[in-house]
């Protein structure tokens, strides 16, 4: 009964690589986000989605394709995996603007 | 640029002092302020917030006091406790309906017993 659920929860890859990362949320919520935290705790986000539409494209690059396929699941992947692009993914998902954001379990990708 | 400020970045504190961490943030549409408590290894989880319209909000050990002119919040711990260490982010939600939350850099927070 997990509320927001992601997996894998560790992912290693080489670089080049293409890569998926899952998100579920059962809280039903309208929005949801994805967070990169980097190696300083810093987390800055990078899309937001509502009701399946994108509202957020924070000026990442366009190897980052999110998915929505239901307002349920935002989905992350990434092509030609970089060394930089070594974090911890986070999703998360509110029931809109100025609410509480309930984040996932967060994975661990570490490009090689 | 929407942008928040945290600071002190670590703080050290014996086991039932008091722990204050401050923020400021530079769009002043933003109302509403969460923070959150991450520990290692963890995912980030709420532990208070507070809205504009309030100056100040209290649950037990925590509180947040706001100042929208200064453009300025900061959470209080009081009678901290060895489970208060973790990483501390305040946040802001800065204007228009997105619901994205701007971070501030994280306060790493160590409670000797």
């Known amino acids: 009964d997990t509320a927001v659920s992601q997996t894998p929860k560790y992912l290693v890859t080489q670089m080049g690589n293409d890569k998926s990362i899952k998100c579920e949320q059962n809280?039903?919520?309208?929005?949801m986000y994805w967070y990169k935290q980097d190696s300083k705790k810093f987390l800055k986000i990078m899309f937001s989605y509502n009701n399946k539409e994108l509202i957020i494209n924070e000026t990442v690059p366009n190897r980052f394709s999110p998915k929505s396929p239901d307002k349920a699941h935002l989905n992350l992947h990434i092509n030609s995996l970089e060394l930089g692009d070594s974090a911890v993914y986070f999703c998360a998902s509110s029931l809109g603007h100025n609410t509480e954001a309930f984040f996932g379990q967060g994975t661990r990708l570490t490009v090689v | 640029g929407e942008n928040v400020e945290q600071h002190p970045s670590t703080l050290s504190v014996q086991e039932g002092d008091s722990a204050v961490i401050k923020c400021t943030y530079s769009?002043?549409?933003?109302?509403?302020f969460p923070w959150y408590k991450q520990e290692l290894g963890k995912r980030p989880q709420l532990i208070i917030d507070?809205?504009?319209?309030?100056g100040e909000k209290k649950d037990q050990r925590i509180a947040v006091t706001l100042n929208k002119t200064a453009k300025h919040f900061s959470l209080h711990i009081t009678e901290t406790q060895p489970e208060d260490s973790a990483v501390y982010f305040c946040?802001?939600?800065?204007?228009?309906?997105?619901?994205?939350?701007?971070f501030g850099q994280g306060t790493t927070l160590q409670v000797k017993p």
């Open positions: 946040a802001a939600s800065p204007s228009g309906n997105t619901g994205k939350l701007i």
């Open positions: 769009d002043s549409a933003s109302n509403y």
């Open positions: 507070i809205r504009s319209n309030v």
């Open positions: 809280l039903g919520h309208d929005t």
